[in-house]
């Protein structure tokens, strides 16, 4: 019987022709495991030759590392007869004829036909789907890595780093919470702190208590990443919190600077094995770019509180070069009165109280010069361990006996380079802070040893050029300092002690001192725990440890006849020198610019001393009088003075270290034996 030309086509065909050109692979497999039927597409996708997928096992198309746990797993499927929808699921793996594995979603239908059960198998090639999925993944992850980094430039505070980096970490990574981990200085135990993703409110604001028995420990401890596929099957301690919270797999990356790790990030999904390499690579750059970040930070504020006190030095240098010229008037004067031998007893009271005045101020301008690194310092070889054994008895006096004093120093430490009694002062002022924080008592531990920094970035500090160092370590037990005190630590006049028991200036002047003598000094404080302060002095390299005999002074009288000729801008200044040299015998001759000494030298040729300031007024400075008055006298010996020490004279004036100096303010004693001294020595051409 013919079909008519307009009839519908028969069911059988239509279904042979649907199944044949199927845009999926389609398999029937039966109850033992065999393909008894496939579609064109089938081979295909399969690189099978027509036909030679028939009779084959299903197995066959699964990789080997999963052939042998499919069987079981197919014979209780067909037991159920469970349906499998197409894209249900993770992405499995099948294998090519050819040998090749591929991605695939596979949807699985069970039927009943006239063979018995058989299981229909839809296949789909998802690679080009991953791919695309993959590279909108990598363009998603490098847009979160181009805001965080660009947060990183603009923002200085950690916390709102932090904040930032766990909310662009979580979608990217599709975990179920990122979380920022901070421990708490000198505790064990951390704080979530930041939270980001669908269980972030559940997880933000649980305490580690004890970090150092967990991973997270770990991960501060070594700094290196970690993964974890499956927590159930890890025998790896987890923070309980995350268990409870039902996660599975973790992700931990550490963050902080290159001496110490404060912080971690965590990565968390309740889907075992979650996580792949890329995902781990990922937060990892995120904890960088944060830890770059936080370094940054930590060398632009050395940098400005650097620059900061530099500022101060220099203002403070200033301040106390003017004063000492007012001291030098003060105290000249008082002593023209102490010489008129005044008969009133309260006269010469008040005469003696501004000695005392005169002298305090003295004091005080010298620990301005500290700061400031215009002191005049003698270095010379310290035994230090010699040192502090002499220097432990003063200090017990001084503390009173509640505070218990522990020196610890090591018998072959090499000799340190620096100003012994400068260093006896820095060292007693740093006690005296120790003692005031602690005013029930405590401990106080000075320790020396030797440092050798390379140089490579990984040591202490980054202040102090690679090299040997002597570092004395002074620690208490007291209150302690705040961030906010420590920042602020060795700024001069800056003190938190009640008004009248302290100057502000103890900090600074050991701050000054240290950066003169090429070394530096740090400090590290925890409120309620105590505060250590270390003092950086380089090694004397080759140095016997004796100071040069030629260096000592001798006695030297200190009047003569000579003429001197006098050149200073300030008027009271100028009085209390001229004073000063008459009652000791010598002509004195006056001038306050260049162009009046010259015509003082022109008309009085016997002038064999010139006696003046470093700096005058306007462009005008002793070196260029000096010069100026040897042309005319070529064996004019000069003696200069100024309230600045001559190690910090400034070196545009061309002077060098065999200059005769006079340090302001002067007594009439020291002004004699200078001018002595000069006068005693060869010429050299230089003066």
């Known amino acids: 019987m013919k079909r008519a030309p307009n009839a519908a086509p028969a069911p059988g065909d239509l279904y042979k022709a649907l199944f044949d050109f199927a845009p999926d692979a389609i398999l029937v497999v039966d109850v033992a495991g065999r393909i008894r039927l496939n579609n064109a597409e089938a081979e295909h996708l399969l690189d099978a030759a027509p036909g030679e997928l028939h009779g084959l096992p299903v197995e066959r198309l699964i990789p080997m590392s999963s052939r042998r746990a499919h069987v079981p797993l197919r014979e209780q499927f067909v037991a159920q007869k469970l349906r499998r929808p197409m894209g249900v699921g993770r992405t499995l793996r099948a294998i090519k004829l050819s040998g090749r594995e591929f991605p695939v979603e596979i949807s699985l239908a069970p039927t009943e036909t006239s063979s018995g059960t058989e299981v229909i198998v839809t296949m789909r090639d998802v690679t080009d789907r991953l791919l695309a999925r993959q590279k909108e993944r990598e363009l998603e992850r490098a847009k979160a890595l181009t805001r965080i980094s660009q947060l990183a430039l603009r923002e200085r505070h950690f916390d709102a780093i932090g904040d930032q980096a766990t909310q662009l970490a979580a979608p990217p990574l599709a975990a179920d919470a990122v979380l920022l981990l901070r421990k708490a200085p000198g505790a064990n135990t951390a704080t979530c702190t930041s939270a980001a993703g669908p269980l972030a409110a559940q997880l933000l604001g649980f305490v580690v208590t004890d970090t150092e028995a967990l991973l997270c420990g770990s991960i501060l401890r070594s700094g290196a990443p970690a993964l974890v596929g499956d927590v159930e099957t890890s025998n790896i301690g987890i923070c309980p919190d995350l268990i409870n919270?039902?996660?599975?797999?973790?992700?931990?990356?550490?963050?902080?600077?290159?001496?110490?790790?404060?912080?971690?990030?965590?990565?968390?999904?309740?889907?075992?094995?979650?996580?792949?390499?890329?995902?781990?690579?990922?937060?990892?750059?995120?904890?960088?770019?944060?830890?770059?970040?936080?370094?940054?930070?930590?060398?632009?504020?050395?940098?400005?509180?650097?620059?900061?006190?530099?500022?101060?030095?220099?203002?403070?240098?200033?301040?106390?070069h003017d004063f000492n010229n007012l001291l030098t008037v003060i105290s000249g004067n008082l002593q023209i009165l102490e010489d008129m031998a005044l008969p009133d007893p309260f006269a010469q009271r008040a005469i003696a109280s501004a000695h005392r005045a005169t002298r305090r101020g003295a004091e005080l301008t010298s620990k301005l010069l500290a700061f400031s690194r215009r002191q005049t310092l003698l270095p010379a070889p310290i035994r230090v361990p010699e040192l502090l054994s002499a220097f432990r008895d003063l200090l017990a006096r001084t503390l009173g006996p509640n505070i218990e004093i522990v020196v610890t120093t090591d018998p072959e430490l090499p000799l340190a380079l620096a100003d012994s009694g400068q260093l006896e002062t820095a060292l007693l002022n740093l006690a005296v802070n120790a003692r005031d924080a602690m005013p029930t008592g405590g401990k106080l531990g000075i320790e020396a040893s030797e440092v050798v920094l390379e140089g490579d970035g990984s040591d202490a500090t980054d202040e102090l050029r690679a090299g040997r160092y002597v570092r004395l370590s002074v620690s208490d037990t007291g209150t302690g300092m705040s961030r906010e005190t420590l920042a602020r630590a060795f700024e001069p006049f800056y003190t938190t002690k009640a008004v009248g028991k302290g100057s502000g200036l103890g900090l600074s002047m050991v701050y000054g001192f240290a950066k003169q003598s090429a070394g530096h000094v740090t400090a590290y404080s925890e409120m309620g725990v105590g505060t250590t302060i270390n003092l950086f002095l380089p090694v004397a390299e080759g140095a016997s440890g004796q100071r040069d005999a030629s260096s000592r002074k001798a006695a030297l009288a200190i009047s003569g006849d000579e003429a001197i000729l006098v050149v200073e801008d300030d008027p009271d200044v100028q009085a209390v020198a001229v004073r000063f040299l008459q009652s000791l015998g010598y002509r004195v001759f006056t001038a306050a610019n260049r162009r009046t000494a010259s015509a003082r030298v022109r008309a009085h040729p016997d002038i064999a001393l010139l006696f003046t300031d470093v700096v005058l007024q306007g462009d005008e400075t002793g070196p260029r009088v000096a010069a100026s008055l040897q042309k005319i006298k070529p064996d004019l010996r000069v003696l200069y003075a100024s309230g600045y020490a001559k190690s910090a004279l400034p070196l545009q004036l061309g002077l060098n270290d065999e200059i005769a100096f006079l340090r302001k303010p002067y007594s009439r004693d020291q002004l004699g034996q200078a001018v002595r001294k000069v006068l005693a020595d060869q010429p050299d051409g230089k003066r």
């Open 245 to 320: 919270a039902g996660m599975r797999s973790l992700m931990l990356a550490a963050i902080g600077d290159r001496a110490e790790h404060h912080s971690v990030l965590v990565a968390a999904s309740r889907t075992p094995h979650h996580f792949a390499t890329d995902d781990i690579a990922f937060l990892e750059a995120i904890a960088n770019i944060a830890s770059n970040a936080l370094q940054r930070a930590e060398v632009e504020d050395k940098l400005l509180m650097s620059q900061r006190l530099e500022s101060l030095g220099q203002l403070t240098g200033g301040v106390a």
